[in-house]
């Protein structure tokens, strides 16, 4: 059995091998490959990809393991403050040659 490291995820060091590329399915677009990609990750313990090769989507098989929902709750950005007004005078503000521009 393959060391997995803790809760089951692959050690920062591991290296992405492909294990096999499906040569017979072409995609025409990015969406039907990776869908498909999810569909064969359901029947497998490792995980597969989608690339694009001559003008149209493959996949192929990797040595990861498959993709799993986020868990917990989204995080959402707090939003940013307002500019500070600027502190030099009005008449800093506009005099050349003072170093206040």
Request: proline share 11%; with cysteine.
């Amino acid at each position: 059995m393959r060391y997995r490291g803790r809760e089951g995820i692959a050690p920062a060091r591991a290296k992405l091998s492909i294990v096999s590329a499906d040569q017979e399915e072409f995609f025409d677009s990015r969406p039907e490959a990776e869908a498909r990609c999810r569909e064969l990750e359901r029947d497998s313990d490792s995980s597969w990809i989608a690339y694009p090769a001559d003008g149209r989507w493959r996949i192929a098989e990797t040595n990861l393991p498959p993709q799993e929902a986020p868990d917990g709750t989204a995080t959402q950005a707090k939003p940013r403050p307002p500019d500070a007004d600027d502190p030099r005078s009005s008449l800093g503000r506009g005099l050349p040659g003072t170093g206040y521009q």
